[in-house]
């Protein structure tokens, strides 16, 4: 048997992970608002949430909601330095750039322990996050918007479907990267195939809430416990 991963219900993370992890939410907050910002490196959007998914996972919701602090934080100062997309400094933007991803990653951590590590589920908090955020910071990836988007979808919903797409794919990701990892350092031998794998993990991301509201199903334990 290979060693147990941690879980949330271990001890809160040492110091030089708990001190990485932080730096990492800042580089996160850094790089969303140049990416926001008239266009620039747009692409860096499909991996910049993945510390902020990092937290989810391995987090106690109380680090979350720092974590999500610190990542509202850093978006507010460089945003406000001319860096990032537009933004009016206002008590009301300010609460809502602390709490708004705090709340997000605290219910996200909480979330996961009951379950599971669902990139489905949050990317769609997520969208609600940018929803929330909307009149406050332009959060709207104009950049990956086109007429047939705006054509089928409206201009309102288009932006936060894009949002979706993106958190959804730095889940992914990092779901990937875990399972990989796992397997090759023998914390999880797989049952299956690789390609086997790779269909199986594809089909829980499309269903996801089908585990998730049918009674019949009891509820996942947390990911960290199972990695895959």
Same mark, same amino acid.
């Given at each position: ?34 990416? +926001?910002? %008239? ?36 978006? +507010?100062?460089?945003?406000? %330095?001319? *860096? ?12 809502? /750039? *602390? %709490? ?43 950049? =990956? ?15 936060? /479907?894009?949002? =979706? ?7 992914? =990701? +990092? ?15 797989? %049952? ?5 794998? *790779?269909?199986?993990? /594809?089909?829980?991301? *499309?269903?996801? /809430? ?8 009891? !509820?996942?334990?947390?990911?960290? !416990?199972?990695?895959?």
């Amino acid at each position: 048997m290979g060693k147990k991963p941690k879980t949330h219900s271990s001890s809160a993370l040492s110091k030089p992970e708990w001190g990485l992890l932080l730096l990492s939410v800042v580089l996160s907050g850094f790089l969303m608002a140049l990416s +926001l910002h %008239a266009g620039h490196q747009p692409y860096v959007s499909f991996v910049v949430l993945i510390p902020i998914f990092v937290a989810v996972r391995v987090c106690l919701p109380w680090q979350g909601a720092t974590c999500g602090v610190v990542w509202g934080l850093t978006l +507010l100062t460089v945003s406000y %330095a001319g *860096i990032g997309p537009s933004i009016s400094l206002t008590p009301a933007t300010v609460l809502a /750039l *602390i %709490a708004l991803p705090a709340g997000y990653v605290w219910f996200g951590t909480a979330l996961t322990t009951r379950i599971g590590f669902s990139p489905f589920v949050l990317a769609v908090g997520w969208m609600g996050v940018e929803a929330a955020l909307s009149p406050t910071i332009a959060l709207n990836h104009n950049e =990956f918007l086109d007429r047939a988007w705006m054509s089928w979808f409206g201009s309102m919903v288009a932006p936060l /479907l894009v949002g =979706f797409c993106i958190a959804l794919i730095n889940a992914v =990701f +990092l779901e990937l990267a875990v399972c990989c990892y796992a397997t090759r350092t023998g914390l999880m031998r797989p %049952a299956r195939s690789t390609p086997e794998s *790779i269909v199986a993990s /594809l089909e829980s991301f *499309i269903s996801p /809430l089908l585990s998730v509201l049918s009674a019949r199903h009891s !509820r996942a334990p947390p990911f960290s !416990r199972t990695l895959c």
